[in-house]
């Protein structure tokens, strides 16, 4: 039994708006029953210095992730993983988290591979509801253990390989997430800094840069629905509502909250996450790149192959 | 306590190293918060001084460090955001293990010490690169003042 959708009426402009709640809505409905709170992080001890009274942790490298694999959990891990939150099939999920969402929207994103119904964002994520003085609570929730069934991932409807964004090349959007300066290929990394160490800079040919951060607002909030329309659609990037797109950044979180515009806040059917991203792209054996701002050219040998 | 494998450590990274095995698993992250609470703040000197701040773009958490080297002695200061616990915990273990070293034993740390600490699994290798990071740059900042 899902919970009810948040009524504000800024929401409702968007394509769907039982996907995202305010965080007026989530403090009056935290003890609704049937819905948990999930916090995702890039820092894995910021839940711990204090959450969302009932959140519960789920972080994706050590839970999300299988190191071996390079890959995500399977079903059965899947589902033991969210039973232990107190998940279950039905449960109403809304996830937060820091850095605007990022790491709330890319678990967003896995729980949509395995079809999970109901995952809400909370807008504006974690900062807004530390910037409104909202409570926080150290107290780590012991939940009774829900009731998830094994079920497959998905791996073709929301998610983009290599080989599926090579085929992609010249016949749909690729939207590009990360900053200029990554997309250009004058950065490729900061001295001294970790990295996922990418040999070459520049972006995949034909595809366009939108940094993540030009769909939100100061508050980290996504921007209206009109305003994401001129971005993406007509009169920005001109994506048509049939089109199928691909979103990638550096490992996939960035592009995660595209993602998540684009597919539930415009309504695009078919967006997919290329999660592999630059880190896999960049370093590739035989893939074509583009550097400078130019958006390049499907490669010949390519286009050649797919019109053959 | 003895253990052939591991390279010679000095005493209070073998100290904090010892601390983080001694617990399990799960319970080595509420040790790496204690350590994010106990970074102490900058000295006022270092607290307007520009240049120091190297910004890390996007995905990570902008980190102010600085090895600075007084009469051999290493003093190991850092800064990072209340909202970046993990960054605090790491700038703060190599607060409390470089702090009083002489140059050549911080040239001496292992590279590796952040993969020794017990925390691949509850944090990550790829979270730790970010103290292997500041490991790195302190010794770079070492190298550099004893070479002026």
Redo the contacts between chains.
Sequence with gaps: MPAPTDPTPRLAEYAHPERLVTTDWLAANLDTPGLVVVESDEDVLLYETGHIPGAVKIDWHTDLLQPVERDYLDGAGFAELLASRGISRDTTIVLYGDKNNWWAAYTAWVFTLFGHEDVRLLDGGRNLWVAEGRELTTDVPSPAPGVYPEVERDDTTFRAFKEDVLAHLGTGPLVDIRSPQEYTGERLHIPDYPEEGVLRGGHIPTARNVPWATAVAADGTYKPRTELEAIYREGGLGIQADDSVITYCRIGERSSHTWFALKYLLGIEDVRNYDGSWTEWGNAVRVPIAAGDEVGDVPAALAGSRAA | MTDAAAPVLPDALSEIREEFLALPERER??L??EF?RELPGLPERYESMPGLL?R??????PVRAFAEVDDDVVHFYATAP??????R?FASILAQGLSGLTTQQVLDVPDEFPLMIGLN????P??L??M??ML??AK?QVREQLAA
């Design positions: 992250l509420q790496l918060l994010s190297e890390v773009e996007e995905c990570q958490s209340e909202e970046a616990p993990t960054t915990g699994r509850a944090v990550s790829l979270r690169n970010g292997a990071g790195t740059r770079r």
